[in-house]
């Protein structure tokens, strides 16, 4: 079961350009290490995406057939959809200097 | 409970296999890969893994009513799918029939970043979800040592790849995964081969001597017996094929019945029937000994027969074959025409040593002939090793015998070299073998032939002279003189001279017969002449006797005339009487 979680802010007016990242988490079940991506994830994203992300989970246990789509071998993998390019986060997300290069965010902060 | 189901599962010793459907592997892994392990297949760049683990999938689908699933690690599923349409498999249809999915695994490392710890459940799910999908049993992961290349933390990644190889064995899946080797020594580069350590398969791929070569070996088959050999193998049109190097067992049959060689002499020199009926006949001999024409005479006479004949050319072309056969007076196009005869021509170069057996087998299993004639099979050895030829020969004769199909292999001997020499390495294989051989004699080279061997069989020990003649081949009687067989013109002078020899001896008999009746003759002329001379002398002795007789009467009777006239004289009357006294006694 796909959920969707929007946190309170949507949007940032009056910021230059809108950037909304659209996140998807892929786990396949409630394992440890997923949970801890999870968490990690959000506090990432609380400070420094306040506002302008989008975190999707999807269960692979649930739609297995999703996997294919977005070519998902590893679990936990975090795929940034939005803005482009298209990237993917393979891991627990221990490391968040990594894990902000690779969502493109250091940049833009 | 327990024990009744151990029974029903084969015997109890046997592993339960899967038949792969690949032509020959299933012969020579004792019936197929292991049933519900995984199998891996390690083999360099080129060496046919992919295609190996699709044949896998293909005939698992086709042939056992056992759906598969692809997950490959390299090749697009349009890749995928175009390659195995050039060697015949259609996936598109058993894909759309339910019978196979194909899942392309791809990560582009460059838009990847890795962080901490992972593990590959979305793998097994992609895989678990294929699988359930067509209800697979067989799985081929093509190649999962990529994901190497791809992934961080090799450490995680190899427990990874255990844990799923684990999978699919609790899942009871028949798996294939293959494994690029880098060195010859090593089957993986990562050492997968600790992890499947059930059945091993090393694929590779040769070129010696500008020629290519694929082999299969399997390294390792836990809890079964296999050939241990190196197999070479090829991938044509038809998938992958096999082929085992020998039969496991020499367990033949071995017919009573005798063919003849389509040479009436020949066949008298082989104890008066000729060969038997699927053996195998070598004849050997240097360029221009008339090889191709005694085959011609086999062929001529199995056609005659109702028999097919499957003719391998590697030297001339079927035209030229037949043009040549007519000049002696065969005609083997009729043959071809009803179907009985059937050339196969093509330049040994054309492929390798492999490609040939195969293509031979092909031919061999589709159009069922009773003879097969190989001219010359040593125009092989221009596409592989001595001992790469010998062991294709020896298959091929093999095969040729649990077929029971008659085989005349032709083999051209170097001019000069011993002959019994350079054919050690086929003749032992053979169960007959003609030994044609030009004779230098009296500035002339002549054709004879030999019986070298003929197992089973009374055969002649005469070196026969061979006649090429627009009549088919002749055998005439041989001459043997104190140079051994006498061939060609010195063949027609003994010939003359012997009859020479008759005639004079027949003139000396008949002069010694005239001569004694000469001798008779003059004896009896002599004879003759004698007796005349005798009677003559006897009638002239007679008529003398006569004669005087007379002579005497008259003396007497003159006398006493004279006495009676005289009167005068007693005395002479005394004389007188006493005369006659002395005549009358």
């Known amino acids: 079961m796909a959920t969707t979680k929007t946190p309170a802010e949507r949007r940032q007016p009056n910021r230059r350009k809108p950037r909304v990242y659209k996140l998807r988490l892929y786990v396949a079940g409630q394992t440890p290490k997923s949970i801890r991506a999870f968490a990690r994830l959000q506090t990432l994203c609380e400070e420094h995406l306040k506002g302008r992300y989008r975190i999707e989970v999807i269960d692979l246990l649930v739609h297995p057939q999703l996997a294919r789509g977005d070519q998902i071998v590893a679990i936990p993998t975090l795929v940034k959809r939005l803005p482009p390019p298209v990237r993917k986060i393979i891991g627990d997300l221990a490391d968040t200097v990594r894990a902000l290069v690779g969502l493109d965010v250091q940049k833009a902060d | ?187 993986t580069r990562h050492g997968l081969e600790e992890y499947v350590s059930d059945c091993v398969i090393s694929l590779d791929h040769r070129i010696r001597e500008e020629i290519s070569t694929r082999r299969l070996r399997i390294v390792k088959y836990r809890g079964s017996t296999h050939g241990t050999n190196e197999y070479p193998f090829l991938i044509d049109e038809h998938g992958i094929s096999v082929l085992p190097i020998s039969s496991l067992g020499l367990d033949h049959a071995a017919p009573d019945e005798r063919i003849s060689s389509g040479i009436a002499q020949l066949d008298g020199m082989l104890g008066g029937k000729g060969f038997y009926r699927g053996s195998s006949i070598l004849i050997s001999g240097a360029a221009g000994t008339g090889k191709t024409s005694v085959a011609a005479h086999f062929v001529d006479a199995a056609c005659r027969r109702g028999e097919r004949c499957l003719y391998f050319a590697f030297e001339e072309s079927p035209r030229q074959i037949i043009r040549n056969m007519r000049s002696i007076g065969i005609d083997l196009e009729p043959w071809v025409g009803k179907e009985l005869l059937r050339f196969q021509a093509a330049r040994p170069t054309y492929g390798g040593i492999e490609q040939h057996l195969a293509l031979t087998h092909q031919s061999i299993s589709s159009f069922q002939p009773g003879v097969v004639v190989v001219d010359p099979v040593t125009n092989l050895t221009a596409v592989g090793t001595e001992h790469e030829v010998r062991s294709m020969f020896t298959r091929l004769v093999d095969f040729l015998k649990t077929q029971q199909i008659t085989a005349v292999f032709n083999s051209l001997a170097a001019a000069g070299g011993s002959q019994e020499v350079s054919e050690e390495g086929v003749s032992s294989l053979m169960d007959a073998w ?42 005439p009687h041989a001459y043997v003189g104190s140079e051994g067989v006498l061939t060609g013109s010195a063949r027609l002078s003994q010939e003359a001279r012997e009859e020479a020899a008759d005639t004079v001896h027949q003139q000396e008999t008949e002069g010694h017969r005239r001569e004694l009746e000469r001798r008779r003759r003059i004896f009896e002329a002599r004879l003759a002449m004698l007796k005349a001379e005798f009677e003559m002398e006897q009638e002239k002795t007679q008529q003398s006797i006569s004669k005087s007789d007379l002579l005497d009467k008259r003396l007497l009777q003159d006398r006493g005339l004279m006495v009676r006239s005289r009167q005068a004289d007693p005395a002479s009357n005394k004389k007188k009487g006493r005369t006659p006294a002395a005549r009358g006694r």
């Open chain 2, 434 to 475: 003609l030994l044609l051989e030009g004779i230098q004699v009296g500035g002339e080279r002549n054709r004879t032939l030999y019986v070298l061997k003929a197992r089973g069989m009374e055969h002649s020990n005469q070196i026969r002279e061979f006649l090429i003649t627009d009549g088919g081949i002749q055998l």
């Open chain 2, 1 to 187: 409970m327990a024990q009744r189901k151990k029974a029903s599962q084969t015997s109890p010793r046997t592993l339960p296999k899967a038949p792969t459907g690949i032509q020959g592997l299933d012969e020579i892994t004792l019936g197929g890969l292991p049933r519900g392990r995984p199998t891996l297949i390690s083999g360099g760049a080129g060496s046919g893994k992919t295609l190996f683990g699709v044949e896998f999938l293909v005939r698992g689908a086709t042939q056992y009513n056992e759906p598969g699933v692809l997950i490959s690690f390299e090749e697009s599923i349009q890749d995928l799918t175009k390659n195995a349409a050039s060697l015949g498999f259609d996936l598109d249809r058993l894909v759309a029939e339910k019978k196979l999915f194909l899942d392309h695994v791809h990560i582009q490392r460059s838009e990847m970043e890795a962080t901490g710890e992972y593990d590959l459940d979305g793998l097994f799910i992609r895989i678990a979800d294929a699988v359930q999908r067509v209800g697979a049993r067989r799985v081929v992961l093509d190649t999962i040592e990529s994901l190497f290349a791809e992934l961080p933390n090799p450490g995680i990644l190899r427990a990874e790849i255990r844990r799923l190889f684990g999978w699919l064995k609790e899942k009871g899946l028949t798996a294939v995964i293959t494994a690029e080797r880098d060195e010859p020594h090593r089957l």
